[in-house]
């Protein structure tokens, strides 16, 4: 993908190095509305990028000592091709098994699932079914803000901020910036309930494979904008805002949530028997 070159919203000057944001420390907010008012002033500085979110637990660094956002399909330092074709077969069979679970079940948009592979991917991913090429987003900067403070252990969490390029589809290619998004609410059938709550949305590389001659163009570390790192309390929500409630977040009467874990479920007892018959998948 494309690199970008963020404006600084504390100096409103350009950095001369693309790399300050991700080697530098986020920078803290200790409450919603500041966080709020410093993502405004950012959106206004880079107009030409429309801000995306996401919300971690911590910086997840590289070995030289840069933040990492890399598709799931991707993570690993020490990644060999072997191991990175082993994660797409495993796509492959989730696509299929996903696209038989649309057609069983007569849902609506099962030819895109079978046809289009953003579409298969985008739910697969969100779901947590197997390993994508797309990496989870959001405009929701409460929902971010939401994902750094749960299961986190530590003292803060971090948000971290993206800047993409315009869209105007439900699946938009961007070929100057070779980036794909996905709008999670426009390919996901109705009984898909998660992605209301989460506002979500997924990007990727063009054209992405398991053959790559540089796996740091598949990092968004190249979109980055700023981090921000927020308190693990509800100090932070102050008394007039709050996290998206768990059972909003991950509703239990999503039917697109049984369907995926039936598909991970499924293909992990079919790698098993083939391990066990054939030896390692090669």
């Not at 986020?26 to 429309?50: G, I, T």
């Not at 079914?129 to 409460?142: G, V």
């Amino acid at each position: 993908m494309r690199e970008i070159t963020p404006v600084s919203p504390l100096n409103s000057e350009r950095h001369a190095l693309h790399n300050v944001v991700k080697r530098s420390a986020p920078q803290p907010v200790n409450s919603y509305p500041e966080l709020v008012v410093a993502a405004a002033r950012l959106a206004y500085l880079n107009k030409d990028s429309l801000l995306f979110f996401r919300g971690q637990d911590q910086d997840y660094k590289n070995k030289a000592g840069s933040s990492s956002f890399y598709p799931s399909i991707y993570r690993k330092d020490l990644l060999t091709a072997r191991e990175v074709r082993q994660r797409f077969d495993t796509l492959d069979r989730s696509v299929r098994k996903l696209a038989q679970k649309f057609a069983e079940n007569r849902l609506d948009g099962k030819a895109d699932v079978r046809r289009r592979k953003h579409v298969a991917w985008g739910i697969l991913q969100h779901y947590g079914a197997c390993e994508t090429p797309l990496l989870d987003l959001t405009q929701s900067l409460r929902a971010a803000c939401t994902f750094a403070q749960r299961k986190n252990q530590a003292e803060r969490g971090l948000v971290a901020v993206f800047g993409m390029p315009y869209f105007t589809n439900r699946i938009t290619c961007n070929s100057e910036h070779d980036l794909v998004i996905v709008r999670l609410l426009s390919i996901c059938p109705p009984l898909a309930v998660r992605p209301y709550f989460q506002e979500g949305y997924l990007a990727g590389t063009l054209d992405v494979s398991d053959d790559y001659d540089n796996k740091q163009d598949l990092d968004f570390n190249n979109r980055l904008l700023a981090k921000f790192s927020i308190p693990n309390d509800r100090s932070f929500w102050g008394s007039e805002f709050n996290g998206i409630p768990e059972d909003l977040l991950f509703p239990k009467d999503d039917g697109m949530a049984v369907i995926c874990d039936e598909v991970r479920r499924e293909v992990e007892r079919e790698t098993i028997s083939v391990f066990m018959s054939d030896g390692p998948v090669s």
